[in-house]
């Protein structure tokens, strides 16, 4: 039997979240894929006020969007083969708007409004939860039997998902241009050259946010400067209201808040940092935050990264971690008191060495094994 190749396949990627300028596991296979297949991405929320039931907009040769009208009513009430019924009617209309026949391969990150991928009919389906919905636990079973394969970024995910497909863990990825040589030749304004620096990049609009102790920990270290990097508003990702523990972490006085940025300038910037931090609420969210998309992105520069216990990386070094969030702040003075250390060349190789081996295309290699 030949070996599978992610070369000249038509993919359809499956995604709950709409393309933007701020990108996910989704978006970035959707970038790589596209490289060497032609690929839709299909945004799973309905458009109620578009005047056609299927929408294509190309952003290249190789990558197109998809926007849908119809709604598939009832997903968590009515019977499942009335749900089957609804997206068989739109899952031909798709086929047809796009003049596709069959596809190669139906790609789902989505976790209820297409719950039988069987009915794409495509010849090969993978269905990749990257995130714990726990309003979706329901339908993962039914997904997942649909499936060839189930993949997610997560052990957690995996073993609560009761199925007989095949499941494998795979971590999340980083674009390989991350590790460019490509950064501005000074310092962004917000970027204190007498003061250590430390970032964080994500959406700041995500419940699994320890706001409690993320805030007590800029209060305790005044003397450092926190830059925050990613959507405090409205964005791709979801969210428009600002919450009171945003609206305090935006008026203390050692912080910086950039807005969403594009991953060029993102990556032109992230070596002006000396630290990178994650604080969510473990205890809470324990599955929703076994593991997260911007830790790579973080070690690919190298730089030591102070998080909350990430069950993912329990078992390395790789992360300055707690596993009690109120000893968090102690645990960022500790760290930039002794930078020269957490930041050796040593470690630093050891961060960007492990980022290389999680590079999209390294991972799509890995993806293509399963798939053989």
Known sequence: MSRFKFENKTILILSQQDWGINMLSKHLYAKE???????YFIFTIPQKHQTENVIIKTLSSTLHLVYLKKKVVGVTRLPSFIIDIQTKIIIKEILATLKIKQPDIVWSFEQSRFQNLKQFKAKYSIFHPVDYILQAKQFLPKIANSANIVLSV?????DSIQTSTPKYFINHGVDESF????????????????????????????????????????EENATLNFIFIGPHSNSNLGGKI???ELIKLKSLKNTHFTGAMDKKSLIEILSFFDVFLLCYDHIKFPIEVSNS?????????????????????????????????EKF???????????EFYNSPKK???????????????????????LS
């Open 33 to 39: 894929l596209s490289k060497n297949n032609n690929v």
């Open 154 to 158: 997560s052990e957690k995910i995996l």
């Open 179 to 218: 590790f460019s040589k490509t950064k501005l030749t000074s310092p962004p304004p917000f970027i204190k050259k007498d003061k250590t620096n430390v970032g964080y990049v994500g959406n700041l609009q995500m419940k699994f946010i320890d706001w409690k102790n993320l805030i007590k920990t800029v």
């Open 242 to 244: 600002e919450h009171a």
């Open 293 to 325: 998309h911007k830790i790579l992105e973080y070690l690919s520069t190298g730089k030591v990264v102070v998080s909350n216990f990430i069950s993912t990386y329990k078992n390395s070094d790789l992360l300055e971690m707690i596993d009690d969030n």
């Open 329 to 339: 702040s102690q645990k960022l003075k500790e760290v930039t008191s002794q930078l």
């Open 348 to 370: 630093t190789k050891q961060r960007i060495t492990f980022a290389k081996q999680n590079s999209y295309k390294k991972l799509l290699q890995a993806i293509e094994e399963k």
